[in-house]
């Protein structure tokens, strides 16, 4: 599933595209994704201008001058790609349409906007934008970890009660938004901190440690394109570069790349996810 950097990356890919633009028509090809798409969303859409898109966690919000947003989840397999753009940064043609374009919208621009989603994970929905900060999927997500919210003192005091595995508390959504399985293990390995770890049991030192490299990690994620496993793209088609920089996900049985370490990356199961990481480099 997209994590915060791929679906950052998409944001950052289609702002360009559809801030300060109108939408000029909408196709959509089926009656639902994951659950039934919003009521006249067709109508809702067309001819209204885009004012901003946003990401809380892994959403992506697109606001419109109706006082509406468009909230979009890509799910397992969701993508988002763009075509025909005036800014040239996307295809100039629009490719012939395929089986799983769910949702197709094309600008007053000429760009078109194409939601691709085979497993049909993913999730649309149209709320006010007011009042968005306190729809069911929004309301109970935690600070973001790119922002001042998520900071050492607070994330300090947040888990000095969880008496779950330090990984799995940083994958509560509700105590730090977006955070995904692989950048979690990659954080911290990089951390040097045993994903075992109870998390009340992390000292104030071990967490000023903690969250910056939390930040260094996503940072540089977003700036590869996000990680390509296995569905996810960019908004321009290209894939995401930043699985050939893993230290441990996905290195089962490898060697651990720290010098001087003779030990194999170990892989263990947590709240059914699939942890990675060095028994000695992490303690």
């Known amino acids: 599933m997209p994590e915060l950097p791929e679906v950052e990356t998409v944001r950052r890919g289609i702002s360009p595209v559809l801030e300060g633009?109108?939408?000029?028509?909408?196709?959509?090809?089926?009656?639902?994704?994951?659950?039934?798409?919003?009521?006249?969303?067709?109508?809702?859409?067309?001819?209204?201008?885009?004012?901003q898109v946003r990401r809380r966690s892994k959403y992506i919000l697109v606001d419109l001058d109706s006082g509406e947003t468009l909230l979009i989840h890509l799910g397992m397999s969701g993508r988002i790609s763009v075509s025909n753009d005036p800014l040239g940064l996307f295809a100039h043609n629009h490719p012939a349409a395929e089986k799983h374009?769910?949702?197709?919208?094309?600008?007053?621009?000429?760009?078109?906007?194409?939601y691709n989603d085979p497993r049909r994970f993913g999730a649309m929905?149209?709320?006010?934008?007011?009042?968005?900060?306190?729809?069911p999927l929004l309301r109970d997500i935690g600070p973001e970890p790119l922002g001042n919210g998520f900071n050492p003192e607070a994330f300090y005091t947040a888990i000095r009660t969880r008496n779950s595995p330090l990984k799995t508390a940083l994958l509560d959504q509700k105590?730090?938004?977006g955070l995904g399985n692989i950048y979690v293990c990659?954080?911290?390995f990089?951390?040097?901190?045993?994903?075992?770890?109870?998390?009340?049991?992390?000292?104030k030192a071990r967490v000023e440690k903690l969250v910056p490299i939390v930040r260094d990690v996503l940072s540089e994620a977003i700036e590869a394109g996000g990680s390509t496993l296995k569905d996810y793209r960019k908004a321009d088609g290209e894939l995401g570069y930043f699985q050939h920089s893993f230290d441990v996900?996905?290195?089962?049985?490898?060697?651990?790349?720290?010098?001087?370490?003779?030990?194999?990356?170990?892989r263990i199961v947590q709240s059914g996810?699939?942890?990675?990481?060095c028994r000695q480099c992490q303690r």
């Open 249 to 266: 996900y996905g290195r089962e049985g490898e060697a651990c790349k720290t010098s001087g370490c003779d030990q194999l990356i170990r």
């Open 21 to 51: 633009q109108t939408i000029d028509s909408v196709q959509v090809n089926r009656p639902d994704l994951r659950w039934p798409f919003p009521e006249r969303m067709v109508e809702r859409l067309k001819g209204r201008r885009v004012t």
């Open 186 to 188: 990659e954080a911290l």
């Open 190 to 203: 990089r951390a040097g901190i045993d994903p075992q770890r109870k998390a009340k049991n992390l000292s």
């Open 125 to 135: 929905d149209l709320l006010d934008t007011a009042t968005a900060a306190e729809h």
């Open 101 to 114: 374009d769910h949702v197709v919208i094309d600008m007053h621009s000429g760009a078109r906007i194409i």
């Open 273 to 277: 996810r699939s942890t990675f990481f």
């Open 175 to 177: 105590l730090v938004a």
